[in-house]
């Protein structure tokens, strides 16, 4: 491959200052939007990326370490690309990307009619059993709205509570033993989940059967006493939780509905195209042993802000969903630990030896330093990019000589301290046979995020959150 820097960098400054902000985009076309998911890259991005890319060297292969629901793997999927590699830790995102990526024929999801049938026939069987169950808590005197520590009631007791109920009535509806599921859904709403996933487990198509098990993940999160548009754990407030009453099963046939549509869509988008290799991983992205070395042409990526602990939860956002989904795969504790598994969730309280080539960080640390005496927030920093640091040697021995790099990153601030990634991920760079390319600008529209945070948890002290954010362009040098 040859040297195209300077065909880049002429056809990227040719653009206006505003083209990456992509602010009224429609995010939502084919399978993009079959499930939602934190922090997510609008496709757009990584369209443009490729297509641009695209005009002066042949892409063969395709590398996003951080896959998150798939984004750009659809991409590249849409674009013909032959080879394409993703990865995440996160169980959720494994299971979104693959739905997103896997071209189902409109022939099969005729299940989906039978499903909707079964489904309404098994509400009407147990009419009698939903209809009496809120009767029974209250006669009973559990407390809906209780806390998780308060023992023998509703929010620790839900699986066993429901199965003396359906034991009483002589009813067979599996109760997953799901940790504090009282304390996340009301009574009703775990009985129709309950119902709704025992049909879904009874498809013999694999592929079919996870496409629809997206639209049931969506549902338990939209179901469940989360506050909406929130990442983290919290649930409503205790007068919302009593008179909640969520129509359980018509948000699942809206979901199912609108995503079967997607699949069509998708479907009749790459009729008569031959079909992109696309292999997924549920692996550490500082090691990536799917992905073969010195073999990706292209990579598109956006790492985390920052540590899951004080950014964005990512395991906090999937436990809800992978605790319906995947009860009889993963524990209670392998959905808590996954943000403890992701970059940065290595803790260094007792300090740390600064090793990575960057000074640039350095010095933001030593003002970290100057606000925490006690090392724990300079030590989340310095793991996160130590993390990164690893991360981005890995991803570069993935790479081909001349292949092209664009990292899609935020620079976060803590303690009053702005931490320029963009800059740290320049200079990490340069001691991984990296060349620098240039680095665009976009502002980020429609953020799910405060527009002001504390960052030195005192009162009164905010400053405003990411409204920016920076692709860095590397080129692996020969």
């Known amino acids: 491959m040859n040297n195209i820097d300077k065909q880049l960098i002429e056809e990227f400054n040719k653009l206006p200052d505003d083209y990456w902000d992509f602010k009224n985009a429609d995010t939502k076309e084919l399978t993009h939007s079959i499930h939602n998911y934190p922090a997510i890259m609008v496709y757009p991005?990584?369209?443009?990326?490729?297509?641009?890319?695209?005009?002066?060297?042949?892409?063969?292969?395709?590398?996003?370490?951080?896959?998150?629901?798939?984004?750009?793997?659809?991409?590249?999927?849409?674009?013909?690309?032959?080879?394409?590699?993703?990865?995440?830790?996160?169980?959720?995102?494994?299971?979104?990307?693959?739905a997103k990526t896997k071209v189902l024929d409109p022939k099969d999801l005729c299940v989906v009619d039978k499903l909707i049938k079964d489904i309404n026939k098994k509400y009407a069987e147990y009419s009698e059993v939903l209809d009496g169950v809120n009767e029974y808590i209250k006669k009973n005197n559990f407390?809906?709205?209780?806390?998780?520590?308060?023992?023998?009631?509703?929010?620790?007791?839900?699986?066993?509570?429901?199965?003396q109920y359906l034991h009483e009535k002589k009813v067979i509806i599996r109760?997953?033993?799901?940790?504090?599921?009282?304390?996340?859904?009301?009574?009703k709403c775990v009985l129709e989940l309950a119902i709704i996933k025992m049909e879904i487990d009874k498809i013999e198509n694999?592929?079919?059967?996870?496409?629809?098990?997206?639209?049931?993940?969506?549902?338990?999160?939209?179901?469940?006493?989360?506050?909406?548009?929130e990442f983290k754990m919290y649930r409503m407030k205790p007068e919302k939780v009593k008179i909640f009453n969520p129509d359980v099963k018509g948000c699942f046939y809206n979901i199912l509905d609108e995503n079967v549509k997607k699949m069509i869509e998708l479907s009749n988008r790459l009729e008569n195209r031959e079909s992109s290799d696309i292999k997924l991983s549920l692996?550490?992205?500082?090691?990536?042993?799917?992905?073969?070395?010195?073999?990706?042409?292209?990579?598109i990526t956006s790492p985390p802000y920052g540590d899951s602990k004080t950014t964005v939860a990512y395991g906090q956002f999937s436990r809800v969903s992978l605790q319906w989904c995947d009860y009889d795969r993963y524990t209670y504790k392998d959905i808590?630990?996954?943000?403890?598994?992701?970059?940065?969730?290595?803790?260094?309280?007792?300090?740390?030896?600064?090793?990575?080539?960057?000074?640039?960080?350095?010095?933001?640390?030593?003002?970290?330093?100057?606000?925490?005496?006690?090392?724990?927030?300079?030590?989340?920093?310095?793991?996160?990019?130590?993390?990164?640091?690893?991360?981005?040697?890995?991803?570069?021995?993935?790479?081909?000589?001349?292949?092209?790099?664009f990292w899609v990153v935020g620079n976060r601030t803590v303690k009053e301290v702005q931490l320029p990634t963009d800059k740290i991920l320049v200079e990490i760079g340069k001691h991984?046979?990296?060349?620098?390319?240039?680095?665009?600008?976009?502002?980020?529209?429609?953020?799910?995020?405060?527009?002001?945070?504390?960052?030195?948890?005192e009162i009164g002290k905010k400053v405003k959150t990411m409204n920016k954010e920076l692709i860095v362009i590397f080129r692996k040098e020969v």
């Open 45 to 98: 991005i990584s369209r443009n990326i490729i297509s641009t890319v695209k005009k002066y060297q042949e892409i063969e292969s395709l590398l996003d370490p951080f896959m998150g629901s798939g984004t750009v793997l659809l991409e590249g999927l849409l674009a013909g690309i032959d080879k394409i590699y993703g990865n995440d830790l996160n169980p959720l995102a494994y299971r979104i990307a693959k």
């Open 336 to 405: 808590v630990d996954i943000d403890k598994n992701l970059m940065g969730g290595t803790t260094y309280k007792k300090g740390y030896k600064f090793d990575i080539k960057s000074e640039t960080l350095k010095a933001s640390l030593d003002k970290i330093l100057e606000y925490d005496k006690n090392l724990e927030r300079a030590g989340d920093v310095y793991s996160f990019y130590k993390d990164l640091s690893v991360i981005l040697a890995t991803v570069t021995r993935k790479c081909r000589n001349n292949g092209y790099q």
């Open 432 to 457: 991984e046979g990296l060349e620098h390319v240039m680095t665009l600008g976009r502002n980020i529209s429609n953020k799910v995020m405060p527009s002001e945070n504390s960052p030195t948890n």
């Open 175 to 187: 109760i997953p033993d799901i940790k504090n599921l009282g304390f996340w859904f009301v009574p």
């Open 143 to 163: 407390d809906i709205t209780a806390k998780i520590y308060e023992k023998g009631n509703w929010g620790e007791c839900a699986p066993k509570i429901l199965n």
């Open 206 to 229: 694999i592929d079919i059967k996870d496409y629809i098990m997206i639209a049931f993940s969506e549902t338990t999160r939209i179901v469940s006493n989360r506050r909406n548009g």
């Open 283 to 299: 692996d550490d992205a500082s090691i990536l042993k799917n992905v073969p070395d010195n073999s990706v042409d292209l990579v």
